[in-house]
């Protein structure tokens, strides 16, 4: 993983895929991170999905 990436896109589940609960108020128990790296013709993008 680099440190300081182009981008930070983070991704926030609305609701519960179980129950069909709302989740924007509840703090998640665990975070993943993941970067991908997109090669462009001009220019390199390295982004972090936390």
Same mark, same amino acid.
């Given at each position: 993983?680099? #440190?300081? %990436?182009?981008?930070?896109?983070?991704?926030?589940?609305?609701? $519960?895929?179980? $129950?069909?609960? !709302? /989740? #924007? @108020?509840? &703090? %998640? #128990? &665990?975070?993943?991170?993941?970067?991908? *790296? @997109? /090669?462009?013709?001009?220019? *390199?993008?390295r982004n !972090?999905? %936390?």
């Amino acid at each position: 993983m680099v #440190e300081n %990436p182009n981008h930070v896109v983070t991704h926030h589940q609305q609701t $519960c895929q179980g $129950c069909g609960c !709302r /989740l #924007e @108020d509840v &703090k %998640p #128990e &665990k975070t993943m991170k993941r970067q991908v *790296f @997109d /090669l462009s013709s001009l220019n *390199f993008q390295r982004n !972090r999905h %936390p």
